[in-house]
């Protein structure tokens, strides 16, 4: 009687580690599948982190550094201001930092000259220390008692470096804070044009359309390397540093036989429609910059007119009509 009892339990006991070996195979094949899974995700989530370097670097935009070529131009966008200046300043880094930019490195700099209160050297050096988008001058702050011609003086010695690629910038450029630059455009503007011995942007006076005549309005005008290189070793600007800036920087190559290559970027640059003189036209779709926005209603109706925020995302996070 203890024979077949001994064989039931046998039997149950092999059956159990039987299903139970199964079990155990199942569970594991789960296990394996979450894992690949929450390893497939967890790629994917990577893959889609925002790049660090970008949200930190405002300027020039979703391009990466290995993105670049030899043969992508450099700019350097100086933006000429005032260290008590913040507002305008987070305002310019949303202006040209949402602007991407194809066949170009554009780094836009806010200049001024040596801090004098404490709470400036707190707030800059936060600013500097956030976006690292300042360039402090050795000046005292001025508007045309050569504050221009220490910034573009100043560049090489700041700038060159044996490791890095020579020049550093292509093409150096001295911008107003009331000026809105479409970096693209502009950049699409350089790209046929020389790189040594240039002069470009707005021709004075304003009905003039030859660029040799007199010189590039101060909205925003720019020089090639060589002769920022220049501005730093010549005595000419020394002579003559008290007057109107962008006409003296005119008088400077004159003196100087520089800039035999010149471009008028008129009509592509100009003044902002309201009120009307001869350096105005309306807002129109081929434009490099407009200058004279000197209060955010002109500012909205321009960054409209170019419709600026067409690439937002939808989002569940807001809703803007």
């Given amino acids: 009687m203890t024979k077949p009892s001994r064989v039931s339990n046998s039997q149950r006991f092999i059956i159990s580690c039987f299903f139970f070996i199964i079990f155990l195979c199942v569970l594991a094949s789960i296990n394996e599948v979450r894992f690949d899974s929450l390893l497939k995700f967890g790629q994917c989530a990577l893959s889609y982190t925002p790049n660090i370097s970008f949200i930190e670097k405002t300027y020039n935009t979703d391009v990466t550094p290995s993105a670049f070529t030899s043969d992508d131009i450099r700019i350097l966008i100086g933006i000429l201001t005032l260290p008590d200046h913040y507002h305008k300043r987070h305002f310019l880094r949303l202006i040209y930092g949402t602007q991407a930019t194809i066949g170009a490195r554009v780094d836009v700099k806010f200049v001024f000259c040596n801090l004098t209160k404490e709470d400036q050297k707190v707030l800059v050096a936060l600013e500097i220390m956030r976006y690292d988008d300042i360039i402090i001058l050795n000046c005292q702050e001025n508007m045309n008692k050569g504050k221009t011609y220490t910034y573009f003086s100043s560049l090489p010695d700041m700038l060159n470096d044996t490791k890095a690629p020579y020049p550093p910038y292509h093409y150096v450029m001295k911008g ?146």
């Fill in 176 to 321: 107003d804070d009331d000026s809105y630059f479409r970096l693209q455009s502009l950049v699409d503007s350089l790209i046929p044009l020389p790189r040594e011995d240039l002069y470009y942007g707005y021709v004075i006076p304003c009905p003039s359309m030859d660029p040799f005549v007199h010189y590039m309005s101060g909205m925003g005008y720019l020089v090639s390397w060589d002769i920022v290189e220049w501005l730093k070793d010549t005595d000419i600007p020394k002579k003559h540093l008290v007057g109107p800036e962008d006409k003296l920087f005119g008088e400077w190559l004159r003196d100087g036989h520089r800039a035999k290559n010149r471009y008028n970027a008129k009509w592509s640059m100009y003044n902002y429609p309201e009120p009307p003189t001869r350096c105005t036209h309306e807002l129109w779709p081929d434009t490099i910059a407009v200058h004279m926005l000197k209060n955010q209603e002109k500012w909205i109706r321009t960054l409209n007119y170019f419709n600026v925020t067409q690439d937002l995302k939808p989002s569940k996070l807001y809703h803007i009509t």
